[in-house]
């Protein structure tokens, strides 16, 4: 069974400093990794989506890499801003029903 | 383009009353999703659906049933309430090469 950890559980950082978040899954037979970004209250927004035949993804001041044979991923995020406050989840997509399986996030606060 | 819809966004139900929680994608994806979220146990599959009259169980089904007789629907039912469902539903929908795109949740409060 498809296991995904979270490193760290939260987060606090002053705004402008660049920080990594880390995901490791136990089942390194994945399609694709997928960071999410979810804001108190609302829905989950896709922020990046490696697939198995890639080592990273980059947009904007993000950029995701993708580790398969150690079952690892993280998510770099440059110059951090106050609006980057949220909770981050990492989530592998494995084969045998097209499902996803997710961590239980990185709760990330920026202060100014 | 509307991407993932969900409706409603908040219900309060009694224990024992049934409900239907609709959801709705337009990108024409063949994978659609229910999951629900409480606090610190993350997200959990409940059912899911890998293509049009398709259904499977995911991770927490019990109490739950669902059904895609339409490509763009799926639909998340609630036979009997119980204030264990108490709970923020979301659903997803996805394709071979895209990720997972999320609606803005459903929030349902069993009394």
């Known amino acids: 069974k498809q296991e995904v950890t979270q490193i760290p559980a939260a987060l606090s950082v002053p705004e402008g400093e660049n920080l990594v978040l880390n995901c490791s899954f136990t089942d390194s037979a994945i399609y694709n990794l997928q960071w999410f970004r979810q804001d108190p209250g609302k829905g989950l927004t896709s922020l990046l989506l490696?697939?198995?035949?890639?080592r990273e993804q980059t947009s904007g001041r993000l950029n995701a890499s993708l580790d398969k044979s150690s079952g690892r991923s993280t998510l770099y995020i440059a110059a951090s801003q106050p609006g980057d406050s949220a909770t981050y989840l990492c989530?592998?997509?494995?084969?045998?029903?097209?499902?996803?399986?997710f961590g239980t996030g990185t709760q990330l606060k920026v202060e100014l | 383009n509307a991407g993932v819809t969900q409706t409603p966004k908040f219900r309060v139900l009694k224990t024992g009353q049934s409900m239907t929680l609709l959801c709705a994608q337009d990108m024409n994806h063949e994978y659609m999703y229910w999951y629900r979220q409480d606090p610190g146990m993350g997200l959990r599959l409940i059912h899911y659906?890998?293509?049009?009259?398709?259904?499977a169980k995911g991770e927490v089904p019990d109490g739950y049933n669902v059904s895609r007789l339409k490509k763009q629907n799926f639909l998340l039912g609630l036979e009997s309430a119980a204030p264990s469902q108490t709970s923020v539903y979301f659903c997803?929908?996805?394709?071979?090469?895209?990720?997972?795109?999320f609606g803005p949740g459903t929030r349902l409060l069993v009394l």
């Open positions: 989530a592998v997509f494995t084969g045998g029903g097209n499902k996803l399986t």
């Open positions: 997803a929908s996805s394709s071979d090469r895209e990720g997972e795109y």
């Open positions: 659906s890998v293509g049009e009259g398709t259904t």
């Open positions: 490696i697939q198995s035949s890639q």
